[in-house]
């Protein structure tokens, strides 16, 4: 993508773009050289995303990528179950609204086969009702769009600390 179209991606979100290139919510303090250094990095970790948003998956890969994190995309409820299904992933971003499959039937579907994927629900609907039902029903986080792509790799990190201790550096 160019830079008027990712401009244009992140204004619409309500993020702005910081001096070094990462996109942060307007008005919303940064975090020092200091402090981001300190977060635990992990060794690569592939992540899927499960959203219908194509212009969105593809800048968060461009965003987690440098942190270490590989992303796979899909754009529909039933691709994205049947990929996680295959336990290639780490860690699956799920959004709510998708065509063919909703989130909430895609994290029901999984939990119900037996699926101990870490799963971070992304989405647009986030009333407390909605977080509830995510986290009720198998979710590990929520995290409601707009968000602040540093939050979302902070808890992405975070979920991998607990639930692969294995994908830790040493």
């Known amino acids: 993508t160019n830079l008027y179209e990712r401009r ?6 309500g993020l702005s773009e910081g001096d070094d290139g990462i996109q942060v919510k307007k008005d919303q303090p940064r975090l020092s050289g200091e402090l981001r250094e300190s ?5 690569r970790a592939t992540i899927l995303v499960i959203d219908d948003d194509v212009e969105m998956t593809g800048m968060l890969a461009e965003y ?3 942190e270490g994190l590989d992303v796979e995309a899909c ?4 691709s994205g179950l049947k990929k996680a299904l295959r336990n290639d992933s780490a860690l699956v971003v799920l959004d709510v609204m998708l065509p063919r499959l909703n989130g909430f039937e895609v994290l029901r579907r999984l939990r119900s086969a037996g699926s101990k994927i870490p799963i971070l ?4 609907r986030g009333d407390a009702v909605d977080r509830i039902v995510g986290l009720q029903s198998g979710a590990d986080d929520y995290l409601p ?3 602040d792509p540093q939050e ?3 808890r992405i990190k975070a979920i ?6 294995d994908a830790l550096e040493a």
């Open 121 to 124: 629900m992304l989405t647009t």
């Open 152 to 154: 979302l790799a902070a």
């Open 145 to 147: 769009k707009p968000f």
């Open 39 to 43: 977060i635990a990095p992990i060794d």
């Open 75 to 78: 754009h529909d409820g039933d």
């Open 8 to 13: 244009r991606f992140y204004t619409r979100r």
């Open 160 to 165: 991998l600390r607990r639930t692969s201790p």
């Open 64 to 66: 987690l990528e440098p």
